[in-house]
């Protein structure tokens, strides 16, 4: 399954949608050092992620599916 992402950049506020077949899929999400600031389950097809508290800046999400395959990867910048 693809993922999107939006908007992107923003406030903090990122949906993130899956488009195809929704499965349950593994999302974490770090911050430049490489730390794993968020780790949750995408359960829907779209989910909402709050990093309105983080810093601005940019982040790296990796959306991993259940067999360990990796599916989508990208950045998010917090304005």
């Known amino acids: 399954a693809s993922i999107n992402v939006f908007p992107n950049p923003s ?8 488009k195809n077949n ?10 430049l050092l490489g730390e794993k600031i968020i780790s949750t389950t995408l359960n829907t097809s779209q989910t909402q992620i709050n990093l309105s508290g983080k ?7 990796k959306v991993v599916s259940e067999d360990g395959k990796n599916v989508s990867n990208g950045k998010l910048v917090v304005q």
């Open 11 to 18: 406030n903090g506020i990122f949906n993130i949608v899956q």
């Open 22 to 31: 929704f499965q349950k899929q593994n999302l974490e999400i770090y911050n």
């Open 55 to 61: 810093a601005k800046g940019i982040y790296f999400y």
